[in-house]
């Protein structure tokens, strides 16, 4: 059963620019409602554990660089098939593959600088969630 909330960060790069009005404004235009959100910076540790699915990967190191380098906006949004949703309007991960309007096609630069992560299913959702919040944090 899909759920109505969703996590979502909007990276480093996406700070760095100062791109953070922007997309909030096209996350609550497309029918979104926050519910937690705050500005912060992941730890070495943070970053590690938060992406531990990738950490076979080849380019784990640069990931977890990436994502300490900078300060980044966390939030949790609200909306009916929000997990789904949300993936749309972020649009693939490869900005040079997504759908125009997409926030990705708007402000990331390259397929490793995306600029906003979207939980991937509601059950990673809620796990991302409750790695970034407490639940006094949520509104």
């Given amino acids: ?35 937690a959100m705050k500005l912060t910076q992941m730890t070495n540790k943070d970053a590690e554990t938060f992406y531990a699915i990738h950490k076979e990967r080849a380019f784990f190191g640069e990931l977890v660089e990436y994502m300490t ?8 949004l609200e909306k009916d098939n929000a997990v789904e ?32 992560h979207g939980s991937d299913s509601d059950e990673n959702a809620a796990i991302e969630s409750a790695f970034h919040f407490s639940g006094r944090e949520m509104f």
């Fill in 85 to 116: 949703d949300f993936r749309t309007l972020i649009g693939a991960t490869n900005p040079a593959d997504a759908a125009e309007g997409t926030i990705r096609k708007l402000f990331a630069n390259s397929i490793s600088e995306n600029a906003v």
């Fill in 1 to 35: 059963m899909a759920t109505n909330r969703t996590f979502t960060m909007l990276k480093p790069d996406a700070v760095e620019k100062g791109h953070i009005g922007a997309i909030l404004e096209k996350i609550s235009a497309s029918g979104f409602r926050i519910v």
């Fill in 69 to 76: 380098r900078g300060p980044i906006v966390a939030a949790i």
